[in-house]
Every structure is written in C-alpha cells, then in structure tokens.
T-cell receptor, first 115, second 109 residues
Framework: NAGVIQTPRHKVTGKGQEATLWCEPI?????VFWYRQTIVQGLEFLTY????????DSGMPKERFSAQMPNQSHSTLKIQSTQPQDSAVYLC?????????????FGSGTRLTVL | GDQVEQSPSALSLHEGTGSALRCNFT?????VQWFRKNSRGSLINLFY???GTKENGRLKSAFDSKERYSTLHIRDAQLEDSGTYFC???????????FGSGTQLTVMP
C-alpha cells in the first residue's frame, strides 16, 4: 500500500499562472479530502468528496479554486490565476468513508510557491 | 501505543453550561489542532496552536507542549455546538497529524 500519493511534491508558479495539484487516494477509500497548511493558519479544510461526489466545498475560496474527482483513483485541485497568498502546502487525505471516527491518511503534500 | 489520548469520549451538557475536552500526548508535540466534524463529515478546524492559548467566541483552547496536553473549553453551550470534536497533534519534525479518538458532544435543552 503506497498510501495517499500527491504530485508534484513541489510546484513553483508565477503570479497569475495556473496550478494543478494531483492526488491518488488509498485504494478502497471512498472519502477524499483536500486541506491547505500554512504556518499561520495550520491545517485548513478546503473540500471533501465521497464516492467521487462533492460533499462539502465550504472551505474553498469562492474564486480561482476548483476541485474534481473524475474517477475513484484520483482527484485534482486547480488554482487559477495564482496569487502569492496561495503559497502553502496542499494536503490530500483519504479515509474509508464509513462515517465513524475514522483515521485520515494524508499524502506528503504539494508545496506550492507563488512568486 | 496511542500518542494522542482524547477524553471524554462522550459528553452531555445542558444549554448554557460549559466543560472541557482534553488531549494528552505520550510524546512531545510541536503543535495541536482542534477540529469539529460538521454534519457532512468534514473536519472543520477550530484552533491551531503551537503554544499558549487562543480564544474564539465561546471556545478557548490551550496547549502545553512541555506538559504534553491540550484542552478545549466550551462555555455557554448551545444546541448547535453538538457534534464530534477531535484534537490532532503534530510531533516534532513532522507535519503529519495524529488524531485523537474524538469526543461526541451532545447539548441538551
């Protein structure tokens, strides 16, 4: 079991460019979460899919951010017109999705740096 | 063994009262975060602390890395505070969060 796989590990973009982050959840996990981590805010929830369907995107910035899960094996987080304040570590996590107090398995994260 | 021990596992409060949740750590943690699970199953962050205390409305959290614990105080509990609360901590040198087992809070009229 390779765990949750996130690519790329690091991404540097110029202001105004687009960034796409990829996540491959653990096989068999039906819940996929995206979080953003900064030194100031800690871990911030962005969005959540269950069985590929978007369940809760209340943490997503209303503009420029979007997430998809086209199949059960991967999810993407896209940031359009990136800004310096988008710089953060973006973490993907998956869980079994059984609605219990379950463990979230996090990927290694993608460190996004917007210059 | 478990690195994060959260208690109590369940808590019932009457509206207007308060109580505290606690997480004890078996090793030194560099930061702690408190979450609440919303009705859709998402973990919504309440507090992130590397040390000291933070307060937000009727919630207050404290973290003592040296003494290896963190608390979440709720005062003047309201019905909408009901839900499951989790602490999660990051050990030194890692950003991986280790979650507590959760506290199911029920606020009664």
């Amino acid at each position: 079991n390779a765990g949750v796989i996130q690519t790329p590990r690091h991404k540097v973009t110029g202001k105004g460019q687009e960034a796409t982050l990829w996540c491959e959840p653990i096989s068999g996990h039906s819940a996929v979460f995206w979080y953003r981590q900064t030194i100031v805010q800690g871990l911030e929830f962005l969005t959540y899919f269950r069985n590929q369907a978007p369940i809760d995107d209340s943490g997503m910035p209303k503009e420029r951010f979007s997430a998809q899960m086209p199949n059960q094996s991967h999810s993407t987080l896209k940031i359009q017109s990136t800004q310096p304040q988008d710089s953060a570590v973006y973490l993907c996590a998956s869980s079994l999705g059984t609605n219990s107090a379950e463990t979230l398995y996090f990927g290694s994260g993608t460190r996004l740096t917007v210059l | 063994g478990d690195q994060v021990e959260q208690s109590p596992s369940a808590l019932s409060l009457h509206e207007g009262t308060g109580s505290a949740l606690r997480c004890n750590f078996t090793t030194t943690m560099r930061a702690v975060q408190w979450f609440r699970k919303n009705s859709r199953g998402s973990l919504i962050n309440l507090f992130y602390l590397a040390s000291g205390t933070k307060e937000n409305g009727r919630l207050k959290s404290a973290f003592d890395s040296k003494e290896r614990y963190s608390t979440l105080h709720i005062r003047d509990a309201q019905l909408e505070d009901s839900g499951t609360y989790f602490c999660a901590a990051a050990s030194s040198g890692s950003w991986q969060l280790i979650f507590g087992s959760g506290t199911q809070l029920t606020v009664m009229p």
